[in-house]
C-alpha cells in the first residue's frame, strides 16, 4: 500500500532553516515524481517544489534560491531543504506523488497525498 509520511515542520524565526522529509513507503514504479506543497490558512494548496525519479526538479519563483529539493534511500526519501524562511512561508507543507516523470507544481497531476507537516515562521 503507498504511503507518504511528512515530517520535520515546526517554528522557526524569520531567517532560519528548517529541513522537511517526506518517506515514500509501498512504490512500485521506477517513474515518478513527487512534489512539495504548501497551503495556508485561507488560501489555495500552491506548488512549492517537485522532483522526478529521473532527477529532474521544478521550483516556484518565490521558493528560488531559498529552497532545495533532493533524494536519498534510492529515491524513498524526498527532503526539501527550506533556508532563509519568511512570514510568508507559514502554511502546512504536503508530499505528494505523480505517475509523471514530468515534475509539475499542479496539484491535480499529483495522485497520492501525505498528512502534511506544519511549518511556522514567526518572531
Known amino acids: 500500500q503507498l504511503q507518504l509520511v511528512e515530517s520535520g515542520g515546526g517554528l522557526v524565526e524569520p531567517g532560519g532553516s528548517l529541513r522537511l522529509s517526506c518517506v515514500i513507503s509501498g512504490l512500485t514504479s ?3 515524481s513527487i512534489g ?3 497551503q495556508a490558512p485561507g ?8 522532483i522526478s ?9 518565490s521558493v528560488k534560491d531559498r529552497f532545495t529539493i533532493s533524494r536519498a534511500n534510492s529515491g524513498n526519501t524526498v527532503s526539501l531543504q527550506m ?4 512570514p ?18 499542479r496539484a ?3 495522485d497520492s497525498w501525505g498528512q502534511g507537516t ?3 515562521v514567526s518572531s
Request: charged content about 20%; overall charge positive.
Open 53 to 61: 525519479s529521473i532527477g529532474t526538479t521544478n521550483y516556484a519563483d
Open 83 to 86: 533556508n532563509n524562511l519568511k
Open 36 to 38: 512539495w506543497f504548501r
Open 30 to 32: 521506477r517513474y515518478y
Open 43 to 50: 488560501k489555495e494548496r500552491e506548488g512549492v517544489s517537485s
Open 88 to 105: 510568508e512561508d507559514t502554511a502546512i507543507y504536503y508530499c505528494a506523488l505523480s505517475g509523471r516523470t514530468l515534475p509539475t507544481l
Open 118 to 120: 506544519q511549518v511556522t
Open 108 to 110: 491535480n497531476t499529483y
